[in-house]
């Protein structure tokens, strides 16, 4: 697999001998939109506490400011006040870029659909290859007049007022969650009863679950049917006053795996017990593996347990497909091979995942498998040293490659900017935990 944007700039990370510390989490990115979403959408202002400081976060803010959004950053913190519209946008005439971010690209795409407006959504390259055919098919089933201004089934798109509307509406769910959750974030602009049926395996049902759990904090209740039916009803959003964003279970993943690898403990701070995430179950994952962990309401805690190797597992990681990116690294050093299944949606993620994954973890020595839906690592009898890793433009991979230095060896992560998609600090804290002299790109 080639990369697509060759690396100008570089961080080497040393051997790191351990991990221990404790890591304050920044907020959620799958959260920190939806609210900005629900938040522009409801009647009333709602000071959202918090929010994640990131270039998805920022698409996300500019767009809803071009769409007639009025909001402000609270002084120096991570807090905003957003001003709701109480229904559809407001500007009925905007171009929207939104880079590589898909959480802002799907929910804006249903948003805009049935806002009754001229709109133009684009984005970078790889955006324009992530398939959005699914989620356009499901809104000109409303009545929505979407068109594709380049390659069928995918950005860039032009949205036109829509027709009569059909208060039901059926989309894939194999895919991606995030078509579904566009849809039922969007339903209530219609002003009546909308059903959303799921046609064959609804994939990422956690993060589904999250979209549920905000609406219901803006005043909409969604009777869910088994994964199959959504009926939203014919109600209008209300801001809740104050919200608070949960910190991010999928950057936790790499901490606690750093607690494994590095033997521990390591504490992660914003997520818990009571998380609305589905990523907390990383930590189950990591428990089968060998590694001991701890919860409680607001914190995860992770050690490596009695063994000093973790156990190879086979997992079907549909409910943590963000998160089981870092079990491919973990499984380096596991005893055994390491299988993945029900990943098809890495394939259509910031990068093709699978294949990177597989590419990169060649690179340490590692025996890789891959197929349409599956990864199987086993693990080198020594880690390469000085493997330069290639990121393809993809936060994901330059925060699990970290990993490889608490294997003992040296590793060059390039481009490691791109974690700026949505953990900007990532490398400072993680130099934190681990002792590491490092926080730059050189």
Same mark, same amino acid.
């Given at each position: 697999m080639t990369n697509r944007n060759p690396p100008t700039e570089f961080l080497d990370l040393p051997a790191l001998p351990g991990a221990r510390g404790n890591v304050r989490l920044p907020g959620s990115k799958s959260i920190s939109n939806r609210i900005l979403l629900l938040s522009a959408l409801a009647s009333g202002a709602t000071q959202v506490k918090g929010l994640l400081d990131s270039d998805d976060t920022r698409v996300m803010l500019d767009a809803l400011h071009r769409l007639g959004v009025s909001w402000q950053r609270l002084g120096e913190t991570d807090d905003y006040r957003v001003e709701g519209v109480g229904g559809p946008f407001p500007v009925k005439y905007a171009n929207l870029f939104l880079g590589n971010a898909g959480t802002a690209f799907r929910s804006l795409t249903a948003a805009c659909a049935l806002s009754g407006g001229d709109y133009t959504l684009s984005g970078v390259p790889?955006?324009?290859?992530?398939?959005?055919?699914?989620?356009?098919?499901?809104?000109?089933?409303?009545?929505?007049?979407?068109?594709?201004?380049?390659?069928?089934?995918?950005p860039p798109l032009?949205?036109?007022?829509?027709?009569?509307?059909?208060?039901?509406i059926t989309v894939k769910g194999s895919v991606s969650s995030q078509y579904l959750?566009?849809?039922?974030?969007?339903?209530?602009?219609?002003?009546?009863?909308?059903?959303?049926?799921?046609?064959?395996?609804?994939?990422?049902?956690?993060?589904?679950?999250?979209?549920?759990?905000?609406?219901?904090?803006?005043?909409?209740?969604?009777?869910?049917?088994?994964?199959?039916?959504?009926?939203?009803?014919?109600?209008?959003? =209300? &801001?809740?006053?104050?919200? %608070?964003?949960?910190?991010? !279970?999928?950057? @936790?993943?790499?901490?606690?795996?750093? *607690? +494994?690898?590095?033997?521990?403990?390591v504490r992660v701070e914003g997520v818990g017990r009571n998380s609305i995430q589905g990523d907390v179950r990383f930590a189950e994952a990591l428990a089968r593996m060998g590694a001991e962990i701890g919860f409680g309401p607001n914190w995860i805690e992770c050690r490596l347990g009695c063994a000093d190797?973790?156990?190879?597992?086979?997992?079907?990681?549909?409910?943590?497909?963000?998160?089981?990116?870092?079990?491919?690294?973990?499984?380096?050093?596991?005893?055994?091979?390491?299988?993945?299944?029900?990943? =098809? &949606?890495?394939?259509?993620? %910031?990068t093709d995942r699978? !294949?990177?994954? @597989?590419?990169?973890?060649?690179?340490? *020595? +590692?025996?890789?498998?891959?197929?349409?839906?599956?990864?199987?690592?086993?693990?080198?009898?020594?880690?390469?040293?000085?493997?330069?890793?290639?990121?393809?433009?993809?936060?994901?991979?330059?925060?699990?490659?970290?990993?490889?230095?608490?294997g003992g060896v040296p590793v060059r992560i390039n481009d490691p900017k791109c974690v700026n998609k949505t953990f900007p600090?990532?490398?400072?804290?993680?130099?934190?935990?681990?002792?590491?002299?490092?926080?730059?790109?050189?």
């Open positions: 790889r955006m324009h290859e992530r398939p959005i055919g699914d989620l356009v098919d499901a809104l000109r089933q409303a009545g929505a007049c979407i068109d594709y201004t380049e390659n069928d089934g995918y032009h949205i036109l007022p829509p027709d009569t509307v059909t208060p039901e959750t566009g849809l039922l974030l969007s339903a209530p602009l219609l002003g009546r009863e909308v059903v959303v049926n799921v046609d064959g395996e609804l994939i990422s049902k956690p993060y589904v679950e999250i979209t549920l759990n905000l609406m219901r904090r803006y005043g909409i209740e969604v009777r869910r049917d088994d994964w199959r039916r959504f009926t939203v009803p014919a109600a209008r959003y =209300a &801001s809740p006053g104050e919200i %608070e964003v949960e910190g991010d !279970a999928s950057s @936790a993943s790499y901490f606690l795996a750093a *607690g +494994a690898i590095g033997h521990g403990p190797r973790l156990h190879a597992v086979d997992l079907d990681c549909n409910h943590i497909p963000d998160a089981a990116m870092t079990l491919a690294v973990l499984a380096l050093f596991a005893n055994g091979a390491t299988t993945l299944r029900n990943i =098809a &949606s890495w394939r259509v993620k %910031e699978i !294949a990177a994954m @597989a590419t990169e973890l060649r690179k340490l *020595g +590692a025996t890789v498998e891959e197929g349409a839906d599956f990864i199987r690592v086993a693990p080198p009898a020594k880690l390469v040293a000085n493997a330069a890793i290639d990121t393809y433009d993809d936060h994901r991979m330059a925060m699990c490659f970290s990993l490889v230095a608490l600090g990532y490398f400072p804290r993680f130099a934190e935990i681990t002792g590491g002299d490092f926080g730059g790109a050189a």
